[in-house]
């Protein structure tokens, strides 16, 4: 049976590659010829090991929710490759809840150094960013919770970090920022946003109260989700506009000192319960324009508070970590 982990209302099944293997679907054996591949695969995959994508369960199906499938790791001993699948199957490149799952299995099968960081490399195929993608995770614990910490490098920001094109560039609190033409269109307080590469591309709009905050079901009726699917997917599904690979979507408000609000639209899933990197892009963005210093910062979605740690030298971030727990759900 494959099993199910949640991370923070992330679910995503993790499968071995000799599981997908017997399953009669062609999987290469390495790791980077299956990310080269993923067209021939991905999609029989996500059926056969998640069952529906989010949100097209039959009524009244108990069938599990899936945010994507984890496949690996290719290697019985550190370091592991693995592959981060979406459900409309894509590859990601890097997924903070994912990867945090992904080590929750590891350890359960006795694979994770107990006091040692360990690499985890995750291959994709697109062409903006190299693969494979690289995180250094270690076992620790935050507040008598068990979890584990990713190290997710130094983040980079503007049009130029995440590919975007077409943008106009906007003063905020003394940093520049980018207005998104077709994210204003569809409201008029999404008009500051601050892209964020954080391993994988990211838009941070910044808005001044709750209200402009979408919800995960407003985001999902359809004149709105057709609109945010334009921006957020590459072609064919979406437009790949400003971003031509496709972008992550998040919205902030700043809530209180060290603690910012968000919410999530995934390139690849749509609106999310909570997202990792999402989380930690949205900390740097508030690090940048001035709602947070540098150190612990909470980034509260519907799926639960994430904690980031910004790491700053010389005026700049040089490092941003997430705390992360997963559990068996399935």
């Known amino acids: 049976m494959t099993p199910f982990y949640d991370a923070r209302g992330n679910i995503y099944a993790v499968v071995a590659p000799d599981d997908v293997r017997r399953s009669g679907i062609d999987l290469p054996e390495q790791t980077s010829h299956a990310a080269q591949s993923r067209e021939r695969w991905a999609l029989s995959a996500i059926h056969a090991f998640c069952g529906w994508a989010p949100g097209t369960q039959p009524p009244g199906s108990k069938a599990r929710r899936c945010d994507g499938l984890l496949v690996g790791p290719f290697q019985a001993a550190p370091s592991f490759d693995l592959l981060i699948v979406n459900t409309d199957g894509t ?24 006091d040692a960081a360990c690499l985890l490399r995750v291959h994709h195929d697109k062409t903006d960013v190299i693969s494979p993608g690289e995180t250094s995770v270690k076992p620790a614990q935050v507040e008598s919770v068990h979890g584990f910490w990713l190290d997710l490098g130094k983040p980079s920001f503007g049009p130029g970090a995440v590919s975007a094109e077409g943008v106009e560039s906007m003063a905020f609190n003394g940093r520049e920022l980018s207005h998104v033409q077709p994210l204003a269109s569809l409201d008029a307080a999404w008009t500051r946003s601050q892209f964020v590469r954080v391993g994988n591309p990211h838009c941070v709009t910044l808005v001044d109260n709750a209200a402009a905050l979408p919800g995960n079901e407003q985001m999902r009726e359809p004149g709105l989700s057709e609109g945010l699917t334009r921006i957020a997917y590459a072609r064919p599904t979406g437009a790949g506009q400003p971003c031509p690979a496709g972008v992550n979507l998040q919205w902030a408000m700043l809530e209180s000192e060290g603690r910012v609000v968000a919410r999530v639209f995934e390139r690849g899933e749509g609106p999310t319960a909570s997202s990792g990197t999402s989380a930690s892009a949205v900390a740097c963005a508030a690090w940048r324009v001035g709602w947070v210093a540098a150190g612990e910062v909470s980034v509260v979605m519907p ?7 910004l790491e700053e030298s010389d005026g700049e971030l040089s490092r941003v970590s997430l705390f992360g727990t997963a559990r068996l759900v399935g």
């Open 91 to 114: 590859l990601a490149e890097r997924s903070g809840n994912g990867l945090t799952i992904f080590s929750q299995a590891l350890s359960e099968q006795g694979l994770l150094p107990r």
């Open 303 to 309: 799926g639960g508070t994430a904690p980031i740690l």
